[in-house]
């Protein structure tokens, strides 16, 4: 049974959120740290500079905070244009600070995701090979499967089935913004799973209150 173990990893601060609030954890970038100070309206030296700009660009800088319009825009000043409420929302409710009650990013949960974005950008780029801006079923097969999700046939067609069909019965492939949910959705409910099945035998017990705990933050997270 194959875990993913190429997959972004998973933020501290939101194992902290889950452990808190018994909600589910979600894809973080790895690689270089930026060592970005707390949220109080101030980057460190250290921090990319296009992160500052495009987070100053949505007049972060005033507030401190981005909510959900200063994001959208600070996105589209970083090349992230296009990218839908829906999406913009998922992203709001996994990176946002567990002591956080609204739905906004400050100055390291923006580092954060922006780095994130970055490295799901490149895998999409990667597997996106006729380079049409969108992914097909059999593109996004091989990304998952580069990922190291080995995901069954039958998983893999619910997949195809949800993200592909555009309400109509007609296939559509998927751009960037669908590809990041439908991957880090698929990545932290992996990991969620894996949590109840220590020796990767593909198989778990769950309670109907860990199965809820599970599943329900992603339907939340697109109200």
Not at 39 to 54: L, Q
Not at 116 to 138: E, K, V
Request: proline share 5%.
């Amino acid at each position: 049974m194959a875990y993913a173990p190429s997959a972004p990893e998973l933020p501290e601060s939101f194992r902290q959120q889950v452990d808190e609030e018994a909600r589910y954890t979600y894809a973080y970038p790895y690689g270089q740290p930026t060592n970005q100070l707390g949220s109080s309206g101030m980057f460190s030296p250290e921090t990319h500079p296009d992160i500052v700009r495009s987070f100053e660009s949505a007049g972060g800088n005033r507030s401190g905070f981005l909510d959900e319009s200063e994001l959208r825009h600070a996105l589209s000043f970083s090349g992230y244009e296009g990218i839908s409420n829906r999406t913009i929302r998922f992203l709001l409710f996994i990176y946002k600070s567990p002591a956080e009650s609204l739905l906004r990013l400050g100055p390291k949960e923006y580092a954060e995701l922006w780095n994130c974005l970055a490295q799901w950008r490149a895998m999409f780029d990667r597997y996106d090979r006729d380079r049409s801006g969108r992914m097909n079923a059999l593109e996004l097969r091989d990304a998952f499967y580069h990922l190291g999700y080995m995901l069954p046939s039958s998983v893999l067609q619910l997949i195809i089935l949800s993200q592909f069909d555009d309400g109509t019965g007609n296939t559509v492939d998927l751009c960037f913004d669908r590809f990041l949910e439908c991957g880090m959705t698929v990545k932290s409910l992996t990991e969620k799973f894996k949590e109840k099945d220590p020796g990767y035998t593909g198989y778990a017990t769950l309670s109907y209150d860990a199965f809820m705990s599970m599943v329900i933050p992603f339907i939340a997270s697109y109200d």
